[in-house]
């Protein structure tokens, strides 16, 4: 499987298929879509609406649309679409950084496809934020792979304008600059974070100030948090989520994606402190730290309930980024096949069972399986393919998974068109 130098045409390809399966068959009437339900923009896009209507506002007592980051709902204002139409904005952004990604990592064309069916960027197609940060981050991570300190800063900007997710990007940054230093960086790699931390920190007051003009009250998203029950605490298991019975084994592979990736980081770091000649890559590192900080947040910084912890929307944090992307990516490209990897995978896999409670408690799990064979794919793809490189099957085993994750796209698309909860 060689690079295609067109393999961006793939991605496009496979949204084009996407967008004839949904339309064509809505319109044939043997895949039943609501799509007015778009219109109605129920959960968070409600919210995102009402800023870009109505502006912020703030009331201590109760839930305000200060804890929603500006980004999103400004560009919705500033192009006066209705829901319809930010819709199709968003699904442009995320194609066309996936595009960015398919020429950056010079994706073969089955990768290209592969990453594309991702199963988590239906959020895209929808107006939730996913996609503006989407976009942002694939910035930052192109600044990362260039070793261009400008597009890093940009996207570093940008992205925490998009989301709050400052809280983990500003130890990815200090992981990043830690885990590609070499002997003489010292001066570079200091001034470097600060730069990047100071980016940072910048779109964190350029929200502050946004927010400060509509309400008159300087930096309140994170007292706003509170009114949807978010503090720090010990979690309570089993862990759980909303609509219990049919999203929690998918926020449940969600949350053991960032176990993983928070195990290979804390792997990278022993090995850099025993040989500090150990070189790992920006973009990677940078990743691998959001995806494990998101699971940690998640536990000790989730909704709390009455005696429960509650891991909301999870997926939608972890799957739906370019931070998801690009290890797939990685592991995708790795040559050697790694025990302790498969043995690491394993065992996050069966912890993150015993944190919801299974097996002890399997309640509805029949009805979540295909979230299971989801991750169980993307794991077995990922780790076996150093395998199968050369295996004359090896083809037919990614279009396979490809149609599987296709199809993953379009059910929780029709979930959230039904009124289901997904994220």
């Not at 949904?22 to 879509?33: F, R």
């Not at 219990?244 to 969600?254: E, I």
């Not at 069966?350 to 097996?359: E, I, N, W």
């Amino acid at each position: 499987m060689q690079f295609s130098k067109h393999s961006y045409l793939y991605v496009l390809l496979h949204f084009l298929l996407l967008a004839i399966i949904l339309v064509g068959g809505s319109y044939l009437g043997w895949l039943p879509i609501k799509w007015e339900i778009i219109k109605l923009a129920p959960w968070d896009p409600s919210w995102y609406r009402n800023i870009a209507v109505n502006g912020y506002s703030y009331n201590a007592s109760e839930q305000s649309s200060v804890a929603f980051f500006p980004m999103f709902p400004l560009l919705w204002r500033l192009l006066g679409v209705d829901e319809y139409g930010i819709s199709l904005v968003n699904l442009l952004l995320l194609v066309s950084g996936l595009v960015i990604i398919a020429k950056q990592y010079k994706l073969k064309s089955a990768e290209a496809l592969f990453i594309s069916a991702t199963s988590g960027f239906f959020y895209c197609f929808l107006p939730y934020s996913e996609a503006v940060f989407f976009f942002t981050s694939v910035i930052l991570l192109v600044g990362y792979n260039r070793n261009s300190l400008f597009i890093t800063v940009l996207g570093v900007l940008l992205a925490s304008i998009s989301r709050s997710a400052a809280v983990v990007f500003i130890p990815s940054i200090v992981l990043v600059e830690l885990l590609t230093w070499q002997q003489g960086q010292t001066y570079n790699k200091v001034m470097r974070a600060l730069t990047l931390l100071g980016a940072c920190m910048a779109g964190i007051v350029i929200v502050a100030y946004i927010q400060f003009v509509d309400t008159g009250e300087w930096f309140v998203f994170g007292t706003a948090s509170k009114m949807w029950n978010k503090r720090l605490q010990f979690p309570t298991l089993p862990l759980k989520t909303w609509d219990n019975l049919r999203m929690l084994f998918y926020d449940t592979a969600a949350l053991a994606a960032g176990l993983i990736a928070g195990f290979v980081l804390v792997f990278f770091l022993i090995r850099k402190l025993i040989n500090r000649v150990a070189i790992y890559k920006p973009d990677l590192v940078f990743s691998l730290a959001y995806l494990g900080g998101m699971a940690l947040i998640a536990l000790i910084y989730g909704v709390q309930g009455e005696h429960e912890t509650y891991i909301n929307s999870l997926n939608r944090y972890i799957f739906c980024t370019a931070f998801f992307a690009v290890p797939v990516i990685y592991q995708l490209r790795t040559t050697n096949i790694s025990i302790p990897m498969i043995l690491l995978c394993l065992i996050v896999g069966a912890v993150a069972c015993l944190l919801v409670g299974y097996p002890f408690n399997p309640y509805g799990a029949d009805k979540q399986a295909i979230a299971w064979i989801d991750v169980i794919g993307i794991l077995s793809v990922c780790v076996l393919f150093p395998l199968l490189r050369s295996a004359a099957t090896l083809q037919y085993l990614l279009l396979a998974f490809y149609l599987f994750q296709t199809s993953l796209q379009i059910h929780f698309f029709q979930l959230y068109l039904y009124q289901y909860w997904v994220g």
